[in-house]
Antibody, heavy 119, light 110 residues
Framework: EVQLLESGGGLVQPGGSLRLSCAAS????????MSWVRQAPGKGLEWVSG????????YYADSVKGRFTISRDNSKNTLYLQMSSLRAEDTALYYC????????????WGQGTLVTVSS | QSVLTQPPSVSAAPGQKVTISCSGS????????VSWYQQLPRTAPKLLIYDNSKRPSGIPDRFSCSKSGTSATLGITGLQTGDEANYYC???????????FGGGTKLTVL
């Protein structure tokens, strides 16, 4: 059974940093591309970043480029999102999503971790 | 403003059929597979359709999708109250080198 468990969310001040984690199980993590997708309160889905299975390729939405860094540790089956220079508009529920076929679709999603950027 | 355009809301009666459109461009829908997601209230999104028209195991054939040029359309037949949710389309955009989502469509089953 595929499981994705996000953690690391919380309240952070504007300009601050936070690192999200997603512990994965139930599939061959090292050969699977992964993504982070966020949803601001009452808003739609926004893809944030994605990374290839081996970690050699990473992609970002323009809204987070230069501030967020995606990475993975395949020995720990864990996906990360390092977020810095956080802004109020980064406040959202952040989902970890398993790519079905290299960013063409997401077949499993975690339950999300909430990030609130506020002073 | 989303790269992919969806109607904000649609509605229909139980048992009826509804369609949800998703409009893009040659840099996204026109040259890449489209996927669709259903998000029930207070839950994570769920994959409904992938590779333009394929359904994952467990998704009933009441859900279908067609694609033509730079647009895709999700169709839902035999509407049930349990289908009330937000629906999102998504695809890869080669100009942005990013996945793009539509703004979402809220389905109301009257």
């Amino acid at each position: 059974e595929v499981q994705l468990l996000e953690s690391g969310g919380g309240l952070v001040q504007p300009g601050g940093s936070l690192r999200l984690s997603c512990a994965a199980s139930g599939f061959t993590f090292s050969s699977t591309a992964m993504s982070w997708v966020r949803q601001a309160p009452g808003k739609g889905l926004e893809w944030v970043s994605g990374i290839s299975g081996a970690g050699g390729a990473a992609y970002y939405a323009d809204s987070v480029k230069g501030r967020f860094t995606i990475s993975r540790d395949n020995s720990k089956n864990t996906l990360y999102l390092q977020m810095s220079s956080l802004r109020a508009e980064d406040t959202a529920l952040y989902y970890c999503a398993k790519d079905q076929d290299y960013f063409s679709s997401f077949d499993f999603w975690g339950q999300g971790t909430l990030v609130t950027v506020s002073s | 403003q989303s790269v992919l355009t969806q109607p904000p809301s649609v509605s229909a009666a139980p048992g009826q059929k509804v369609t949800i459109s998703c409009s893009g461009s040659n840099s996204n829908i026109g040259n890449n597979y489209v996927s669709w997601y259903q998000q029930l209230p207070r839950t994570a999104p769920k994959l409904l359709i992938y590779d333009n028209s394929k359904r994952p195991s467990g998704i009933p054939d009441r859900f279908s999708c067609s694609k033509s040029g730079t647009s895709a359309t999700l169709g839902i037949t035999g509407l049930q109250t349990g289908d009330e949710a937000n629906y999102y389309c998504a695809t890869w955009d080669r100009s942005l080198s990013a996945v793009v989502f539509g703004g979402g469509t809220k389905l109301t089953v009257l």
